[in-house]
């Protein structure tokens, strides 16, 4: 069996889709679904039992030796949250309860981590995994700070000899997009959330730069779509020697007006792009580039191209955000 836990979310589930298309449909999935339109995200899943969050514990117990491995995927991902507390207790507590049952156990752990961690980019995006690397990020938000604070207990440990799992990777996502993320109400990709004014013709609002060696729409984010996260996740599982904290995007950094702009290509309209004020209280935490260095992860030896933007962009439009079902 392989464990996935915000198995329902945004990456979770299209990671799910992509172990069923491989064949691989013995998935035990644990997330919470609540009122909103979540389950829309698993409905078409094989999968053989779901745990919620809070059962998961009793869950394995006595499960040594079922699992292959762990996908921990879940967390507090909102970067505009404020109750530290949850979001310790979720992102860190719980992650380190799994991280330890995978080491006792023997079982391949594979976790969340982001590019949140890189705070304003100033010391780069290099995923170098050594404690003095890390002591050089300052996060910007509450969700960054809790991913980033894993990310150090998990390298002591592997510095000092601690107890980890056989194979133990850390997945810093970049600015992933794709289908399955309309439950994530302000947190969705740009693309997604303006798509309703592309596909009506309206013109998108985009944040105006409010720093003057950067144009309007000319912040840069390193896009990657979906679809190249899930490959380099079904590597991982084909390779389980392969351990360390690695980037996960492209490589290469695109405008938000890049970005928009591919969305309108494709849906065959010409761009309409306005700009607003960017709002006063994220101005100080706002990353205007980021980009992922690629040189941890092609070591490890992962070598598959990843999608150019205007592709990835095309190949989401016309494959979700234009058809009746837009979830995969």
């Given amino acids: 069996m392989i464990l996935i836990t915000g198995a329902a979310g945004f990456i979770g589930s299209n990671f799910a ?8 449909n013995n998935l035990v999935f644990c997330d919470r679904l609540r009122s909103g339109g979540k389950w829309l995200n698993v409905r078409k899943r094989q999968f053989d039992d779901f745990v919620f969050p809070e059962d998961l514990p009793q869950w394995l117990a006595g499960r040594h030796g079922r699992l292959r491995a762990v996908f921990h995927m879940g967390a507090i991902s909102s970067t505009t ?21 995978c080491a ?3 079982v391949p752990f594979i976790y969340a981590s982001s590019a949140a961690t890189y705070g304003n980019g100033r010391q780069g995006f290099n995923d170098e995994f050594t404690s003095q690397a890390l002591a050089r990020l300052t996060p ?3 969700y960054g700070f809790s991913k980033h604070a894993f990310d150090g207990i998990v390298c ?3 510095e000092t000899g601690g107890m980890l799992p056989p194979q133990c990777v850390g997945l810093k996502f970049f600015n992933v997009f794709g289908p399955n993320e309309l439950h994530k109400g302000s947190m969705q990709s740009v693309l997604t959330k303006v798509w309703p004014d592309i596909a009506q013709g309206k013109a998108v609002r985009l944040f105006r730069s409010h ?3 950067v144009e309007d ?8 779509y979906i679809r190249d996260v899930e490959q380099v996740m079904l590597w991982l599982l084909e390779h389980p020697a392969v351990s360390g904290l690695f980037n996960v995007g492209t490589g290469t950094a695109r405008s938000f007006k890049d970005f928009i702009g591919a969305g309108f290509a494709a849906a065959g309209r010409n761009p309409a792009i306005e700009y607003v004020d960017m709002p006063l209280e994220i101005r100080d935490k706002y990353q205007y580039f980021t ?3 690629l040189t941890g992860l092609r070591g490890a030896g992962y070598q598959r191209p990843f999608t150019p933007l205007q592709d990835a962009v095309a190949h989401y439009v016309q494959n979700h955000l234009l058809q009746e079902c837009p979830y995969r």
């Fill in 140 to 142: 910007l938000n509450l």
């Fill in 211 to 213: 720093i003057p060696e």
């Fill in 17 to 24: 889709a992509a172990l069923n298309e491989q064949g691989m």
């Fill in 217 to 224: 729409g000319g912040q840069r984010r390193d896009f990657v």
């Fill in 291 to 293: 980009q992922a260095d």
């Fill in 81 to 101: 949250v404020v109750d530290g507390d949850a979001v310790l207790r979720e992102n860190l507590k719980c992650s380190l309860a799994l991280l330890d049952w």
């Fill in 104 to 106: 006792v156990a023997g």
């Fill in 156 to 158: 002591r440990r592997r």
